[in-house]
């Protein structure tokens, strides 16, 4: 199974700046998914990211808001712009093997 | 849509006590259902998965039997250990876009 890695693992940001969260997978994957948990709840697909083509979003995510990469099929990348406190989160990378989820990037905004 | 309903908690049991996780789904088709785990401060990890009705996901003593006919996927561990003390998640990935869509998440303690 696909072992895949963050980065960071955390951080503490300031209100209206924006943060890049990068994923890293051991083996090319196909797709690639960036999900949201907020504390104490449960996991909200952001978006599906596949290699050469744009990023799908889900309902009430939008691409101004969490614009994605995925240059490869082994890496991807998922920016928080213009933060506020209502993104503090976890982020949760995840791939179609499995289906395996990353150890999460845990942000929190002042 | 699909849909994920687990039962909420949270689930305190003490320790070799048995443990069901009740999880129930709505979806079109035929999806696969995947039980996760989250210990705390960590990320989700698999736990176990079924891809077809009357498939029995297991790991670590823990088992799951995909029941189409009731739309069930309940999570069942005969003997509980302090070291299993988590949030459980129930999901469902609806055709092959491995979409994920979760239960609330269990919240599972297990005292000594």
């Known amino acids: 199974s696909a072992v895949i890695s963050q980065k960071p693992s955390r951080d503490i940001c300031q209100r209206g700046t924006s943060l890049t969260i990068q994923c890293q997978v051991d083996?090319?994957?196909?797709?690639m998914f960036w999900y949201r948990q907020q504390p104490g709840q449960s996991l909200t697909l952001i978006a599906t990211a596949n290699q050469g083509s744009e990023a799908t979003y889900e309902s009430g995510f939008v691409i101004d808001k969490f614009p994605i990469s995925r240059p490869n099929l082994t890496f991807s990348t998922l920016t928080v712009s213009n933060m506020s406190p209502e993104d503090s989160s976890i982020y949760l990378c995840s791939v179609d093997l499995g289906p395996n989820f990353g150890p999460g990037t845990r942000l929190t905004v002042l | 849509g699909d849909s994920v309903t687990q039962m909420e908690g949270p689930v305190t049991l003490s320790e070799e006590a048995f443990l069901t996780i009740n999880c129930t789904y709505t979806a079109t088709g035929y999806p696969s259902l995947f039980w996760y785990v989250q210990y705390p401060g960590e990320g989700l990890q698999l736990l176990l998965k079924a891809t077809k009705a009357d498939d029995k996901g297991s790991n670590k003593g823990f088992e799951a039997t995909y029941r189409k006919e009731t739309t069930s996927f309940h999570l069942e561990k005969g003997s509980v250990q302090v070291s299993d003390s988590a949030v459980y998640f129930c999901a469902l990935s609806g055709g092959s876009n491995y979409k994920l869509t979760f239960g609330k998440g269990t919240l599972l303690t297990v005292n000594p």
């Open positions: 083996s090319q994957v196909t797709m």
